[in-house]
């Protein structure tokens, strides 16, 4: 077991390769259906992707819209001119022997990413993206002689979006990948669900001592496929290197896998020994050529981003961990809860929808899905405003401001106050009619001690009576004008 | 004139999964150097300043739109191309 001051005089150095899926309805080269949820097993397929002799690719125009808006999210130049190539290779989830992808002239070019990690804020640049198609899927049933191939995913349109090695820490890569996660589910180019595969990590590792001028031999470990994933893979290569290196022994550059049962990185037999891929320039798919003004659309079409989002949230006074569960939220569940809060007059009202937004357990969107109601939107900014300003005047306790919102979710044509009131939410705050309950409660027997205690200057005793007023009025009062009053009835 | 080996040939080979024997590979050692000399000669143009050519017929933004297309063909007449089937699966020899 090496000493932590060992592992601290290493730094690491990582760079990271996502593979995107888009979400559009047909592949990057056939009008096959892109969306193989709830198909059988090669299904949603076409001759094309079968490799079929014959077939011809021609490029989805929609896939080319949506890379475009992925390199605005990416704050990169989008490239004038794109073309694919071939890139050959045997493996059965590939019919036809090659992939087409883009080599030379990537459909994004440089850009970058501004990840906050902590308090600070790590710029992670972009190498390029480029357009590609997916393969297909095998399994390999345990102790059969065969694997099985369904081509349901082979043709799906794919962006590898390739960075550069700015990351020193698992920390930092996975709050890349998380920003990431974001940035491509704000830009609406892909579903997003990490389950499925829609995005997918490799990542390179490489440990030298700090201050050191070159950097180690790095391994790459493949398809990871979750935040987390990504976070204990690299953790785990890191440590390994370093106690190869403290050992004596040499790290072999090396492509590994991820085993999630033992949470280990494991070396992998590589496709193509030399990895030599003989690629040329797809003489089937003509240049991609984008005009000026095709950017410009697209670019006006973008929403706003998690930056801007962050500091448009943080200006009206709400925390960083609050705006970042709204940001998340609203990816996760494909809402618009931050547009909702920014949406809000004042800064109290808009702190209120978004503390009551992000205390809401994500589940209650998840019950309400798997219960077959829609989760819909939130009551809308105008209504919140209605229900912190009945919040406000103190007619709403806290509790039933929350039931009213949930309520209003499924009433959303009703007017908060005249709902609230329909449900017995309303707090009593009219004083006579609160007096004549306070003269009756403090009239009780059973409650002179604690009305003799508080004369006496015990107001602690005063919780006891403000329970009894509450009780009866079923609830309805508001707590601090009970107190308030039955300070001013027994005259201290 | 480039030569290439019978190494380099079995290694292309293997790439792209052919067998050949002991006799084809020496036999296309002689061949493909010929190949390549002949190719060669374009080494003596002189390409200075010039961007690659990547594509002669001059065409752009080949594209469909994004709807699907009914391919008037069945999973199962698909799956019929395979060499061999398992149910809803192409079946391969063992990979991995």
């Not at chain 1, 797809?282 to 984008?290: G, R, Y």
């Not at chain 1, 409660?441 to 919780?463: C, H, R, T, Y």
């Not at chain 2, 050949?20 to 061949?31: G, L, N, V």
Request: aromatic letters at 6%.
């Amino acid at each position: 077991m090496l000493d932590k001051s060992v592992f601290d005089s290493y730094q690491p150095t990582i760079g990271i390769e996502c593979h995107v899926q888009f979400k559009t309805k047909t592949k990057l080269f056939s009008g096959a259906d892109n969306d193989e949820r709830g198909k059988l097993p090669n299904q949603a397929t076409s001759p094309l992707c079968f490799g079929l002799p014959g077939t011809l690719p021609i490029l989805n125009k929609e896939a080319v819209r949506l890379a475009v808006r992925a390199g605005l999210a990416l704050n990169a130049n989008i490239g004038k001119i794109s073309s694919f190539d071939r890139k050959h290779y045997f493996y059965p989830d590939l019919p036809k022997g090659y992939q087409i992808t883009q080599l030379d002239r990537p459909i994004v070019l440089d850009g970058f990413v501004d990840v906050p990690v902590g308090e600070s804020m790590v710029r992670v640049r972009i190498n390029h993206a480029h357009l590609e198609e997916d393969a297909g899927k095998s399994t390999h049933p345990a102790g059969a002689e065969y694997s099985l191939v369904d081509l349901n995913r082979a043709g799906t349109p794919l962006l590898e979006i390739v960075s550069e090695a700015d990351m020193h820490s698992s920390a930092e890569a996975k709050a890349y990948v998380q920003e990431l996660y974001l940035l491509m589910k704000y830009a609406d180019v892909t579903f997003g669900d990490l389950q499925y595969g829609n995005m997918r990590f490799d990542v390179n590792v490489s440990v030298a001592k700090k201050g050191a001028d070159e950097l180690g031999t790095r391994t790459e470990v493949k398809n990871l496929n979750s935040f987390r994933a990504v976070e204990r893979a690299i953790e785990f290569e890191v440590k390994r290197q370093i106690e190869l290196l403290e050992t004596g022994k040499a790290v072999r550059q090396e492509t590994r896998g991820w085993v999630e049962a033992t949470q280990k990185t494991v070396p992998q037999r590589s496709k193509e020994e030399a990895m030599d891929y003989r690629y040329f320039p797809e003489p089937d798919v003509p240049p991609v050529v984008l005009s000026d003004e095709f950017i410009e659309e697209v670019r006006g079409s973008m929403p706003m981003l998690p930056s801007k989002l962050r500091a448009e949230i943080e200006a009206r006074g709400i925390d960083q961990q609050t705006a970042e569960t709204l940001i998340l939220r609203d990816a996760l569940t494909n809402s618009s809860y931050t547009k909702t809060v920014l949406a809000q007059e004042g800064n109290e009202a808009a702190r209120f929808a978004a503390n009551f937004i992000a205390n809401r357990d994500i589940s209650y969107c998840d019950g309400l899905e798997k219960d077959g109601k829609s989760v819909g939107e939130l009551p809308s900014a105008k209504k919140f405003l209605a229900v912190f300003e009945l919040r406000q005047k103190g007619e709403l306790s806290s509790n039933n401001a929350d039931a009213l919102l949930f309520a209003l979710r499924h009433r959303p044509e009703a007017e908060p106050r005249e709902l609230a009131e329909e449900l017995g939410f309303l707090q009593e705050n009219d004083s006579s009619a609160l007096e004549a309950i306070i003269s009756k409660v403090l009239a009780e027997p059973f409650n002179q001690k604690a009305a003799e205690d508080i004369k006496s200057g015990q107001m602690k005793a005063i919780g006891f009576l403000v329970g009894q007023v509450m009780k009866a009025s079923q609830g309805k009062a508001n707590p601090s004008a009970v107190r308030d009053l039955i300070i001013k009835q027994i005259g201290v | 004139m480039t030569q290439i080996s019978k190494d380099d040939v079995k290694y292309v080979a293997a790439l792209a999964k052919i067998a050949i024997t002991d006799d084809e590979a020496e036999k296309f050692t002689k061949d493909l150097s010929e190949i390549l000399g002949y190719v060669e000669q374009l080494d003596s143009v002189n390409t200075d300043g010039l961007q690659p050519t990547y594509q002669v017929n001059g065409l752009i933004n080949i594209t469909r739109d994004d709807q699907i297309i009914d391919y008037k063909t069945s999973r199962e007449k698909l799956l019929a191309n395979a060499p061999k089937t398992n149910g809803e699966f192409v079946e391969v020899p063992k990979v991995l």
